[in-house]
């Protein structure tokens, strides 16, 4: 590969990197806080999951979603892979393995060791996700992306050079104690995982397939079929229909360079109602976290008062405990001078 293409390559990468604000663990260890659902639906999922093509291209340098995770009925990438596959050729079945799919999840998370930051956009494989899974199934620790009764969380990364597999390996491991978020206002920060993922086209895909140049376009939407009858006179019903910018997706498709305007659609109904079911989701979360950290403030004072009327008791004890001990001894005493006195008996009459 040409060193000043790769060089160009890399840069643009680190900048798209930097744009969206994606975390990275460090090696050892990492303490974090993984943020719930980004609607702020605490029975939606933490994560958003799917798939990737990766060294696609003449170059190999080339990655996209894979359209069936995204939902589509047909890849052609997988439908690449699977050919190769059935070669049964060793460098065919090298070539796919390097282009099949891999699970890829991203979640919303907090680097608690520098909280300066903000929100940011953590990326894994499926390991960190099934382990994070199962802490939450765990009844002993419960949900750990609850902002309210969730929990802080260890990421131990041990990189590949210290592993038998060579490959980087991660341990989750949750806080003992559970712990609200420190600041209700990330969960107005929070990014759409989602929108995140833009696949190219089928069209491109297949042109990569094939070897050749294209421009890298997010997946169409499709556009309604033409009627072939009669056209309909009667005055259309319900929502005006989405206007498109340059075939791109009506909603949740290009964003501009800071990621927060979407610049793909036009002030859609549809679009605009769904921005604001979201608000709505997160700001109700919101004002819950504040009213639990409040609550959880308040009993702080109590325990102030409590000890003063334990030492009330404790002294009682004590003399309770002194009179019976003085009670025993004086019991003792009286014994020990009655066998005294029977002794010295027994000898005056001895004499």
């Known amino acids: 590969m040409d060193e000043e293409r790769a060089k160009r390559k890399l840069a643009e990468l680190k900048e798209k ?39 696609l291209g003449t170059g190999r340098d080339k990655s996209s979603a894979c359209l069936i995770a995204e939902g589509k009925p047909e890849c052609p990438v997988c439908k690449t892979c699977h050919e190769l596959w059935t ?35 953590m990326v894994s494989g499926v390991d960190v996700l099934e382990q994070l899974l199962a802490w ?29 597999s ?39 895909l297949e042109a990569l397939m094939m070897g050749r140049q294209i421009e890298e376009q997010p997946e169409k939407q499709e556009a309604p079929k033409a009627e072939t009858t009669e056209p309909n006179t009667e005055p259309a019903s319900g929502p005006p229909p989405q206007t498109l910018v340059a075939g791109m997706k009506a909603c949740f498709g290009k964003y501009d360079a800071e990621d927060v305007e979407c610049v793909t659609c036009k002030k859609d109904k549809a679009c605009e109602e769904d921005k604001a079911k ?13 009213e639990a950290a409040k609550q959880q403030e308040a009993p702080k004072e109590a325990p102030k008062e ?21 009670s025993e001894e004086k019991n003792i005493t009286e014994v020990l001078a009655r066998i005294e006195e029977r002794r010295k008996k027994r000898t005056g009459a001895g004499a």
């Open 306 to 326: 409590a000890p003063k009327e334990a030492p009330k008791e404790q002294p009682q004890e004590r003399t309770a405990k002194g009179s019976a001990k003085g």
């Open 136 to 164: 939450c199934t765990n009844p002993k620790y419960g949900d750990v992306t609850d902002p309210i009764k969730g929990r802080n969380v260890e990421l131990l990364l041990t990189e590949g050079k210290n592993t038998r």
């Open 17 to 55: 990197r930097k744009n969206r604000n994606f975390w990275m663990a460090k090696p050892n260890k990492n303490y974090i806080r993984v943020l719930p659902n980004w609607t702020g639906d605490l029975a939606a999922d933490f994560y958003y999951e799917t798939q990737f093509h990766k060294k």
């Open 278 to 290: 979201r608000k709505a989701g997160v700001a109700a979360l919101k004002t819950k976290t504040e």
């Open 166 to 204: 060579g490959f980087n390996e991660y341990d989750v491991q949750p806080d003992p104690d559970r712990s609200p978020i420190e600041k209700p206002e990330w969960l107005e920060a929070m990014v759409d995982l989602k929108a995140l993922v833009k696949p190219l086209s089928y069209e491109a």
């Open 87 to 121: 070669t049964k050729d060793p460098e065919n079945s090298s070539l796919a393995k390097d282009m099949k799919a891999t699970t890829r999840v991203y979640y919303n998370v907090v680097d608690l060791n520098d909280k300066a930051k903000g929100v940011q956009v």
